[in-house]
């Protein structure tokens, strides 16, 4: 669930359509498709991660315990607690998520491990190589939006001025698919500010019927196209169709290309750029981005049902 599950779509991402192995990422009380148990004749079975930094977030505890029943193989990603505690006794792999401050804030933590054991186990391939070149592409992106660089000079600070007090969309495809979906949850809890994402090319098939509508929800409202560095041309001709269509809407939009390199340098150096994006429109609502208060109203919401608003 939120910031420990999207590794899981960033990682999909990394193994692109061309992967002979699906990744789906599941985020609810239990996992579609799998019933328990799986015995020796039951065929190929699917591996199990379950991510959790708290590990205490109860719909993952519920997939740990589904999982565990059906006994599927798995392996755990967890900073602590009651998965790591269950994952132990269980003699099931843990691999530590040693990190501080809030899940959200965890993601490259969580991408690189996953990344490391999807790679182990031949998923995908990660060389040292595109490591390497990943880090130094967020060292860098990360000295030009760094709190020090004055605005005039820093992209994150006069992409979150023009964002503030308006709608965002964040639209991606290809290996930036699961990207759309971090800048959105990133500008709703570090900005503290409306945001959704969808999908290239799914939304040309239904949203952009919505595009000519609603004036006013138009003059307020600016897609983020997080376009991939090299796209298909498949891919490269929708987001020049998009474009044309948002202008034609008169919809305010903005292309943001990934960086130069493989699809883990584009992560990790679009991560550090759409985070601090959403931490300056947290500042200028003027309001703490580390903190969230109604995600913790909603959790002791739950915990005590008998608890009012």
């Known amino acids: ?30 996992i579609p498709g799998i019933s328990g148990p799986l015995g020796p004749d039951a065929g190929p079975k699917p591996l199990v991660v379950v991510c959790s930094f708290s590990g205490e977030t109860e719909e993952t505890l519920a997939m740990f315990d589904h999982a565990r029943s059906t006994g599927a193989p798995m392996a755990v990603i967890t900073g ?105 949850s990133q500008i709703n809890e570090n900005g503290k500010s409306w945001a959704f994402a969808e999908l290239l090319p799914e939304l040309l098939h239904n949203s952009v019927e919505s595009f000519p509508g609603g004036a006013e ?14 796209p298909t041309p498949e891919l490269e001709s929708r987001y020049a169709a998009l474009g044309e269509t948002l202008d034609c809407s008169g919809i305010e939009h903005r292309i943001i290309a990934g960086s130069p390199g493989g699809h883990l340098a584009q992560s990790l150096s679009m991560i550090v750029l759409g985070d601090h994006v959403s931490y300056y429109m947290g500042l200028l609502n003027g309001i703490n981005p580390s903190e969230t208060p109604s995600i913790d109203l909603f959790k002791k919401r739950l915990s005590d049902p008998d608890t009012g608003y």
Do not use: C
Request: charged share 20%.
């Open 217 to 230: 929800i138009r003059q307020r409202t600016t897609a983020l196209l997080l376009k991939p560095h090299q």
């Open 80 to 184: 602590g607690g009651a998965l790591a505690q269950r994952a132990a006794e269980a003699g099931i792999p843990v691999m530590t998520v040693d990190a501080p401050g809030e899940p959200r804030s965890a993601v490259g933590y969580n991408l690189m491990l996953l990344a490391s054991l999807l790679d182990r186990i031949g998923v995908i391939s990660v060389s040292d190589q595109e490591v390497t070149e990943a880090v130094e592409a967020a060292g860098s992106m990360a000295s030009k939006v760094a709190s020090e660089v004055p605005s005039e000079q820093n992209p994150a600070k006069l992409l979150a001025r023009d964002l503030v007090g308006r709608l965002t969309v964040v639209y991606g495809g290809g290996n930036l698919s699961g990207m759309a979906l971090r800048w959105k």
């Open 1 to 30: 669930m939120g910031g420990s599950a999207i590794a899981g779509n960033l990682a999909a991402d990394l193994a692109g359509p061309g992967s002979i192995t699906p990744i789906r990422v599941v985020r609810d009380f239990h």
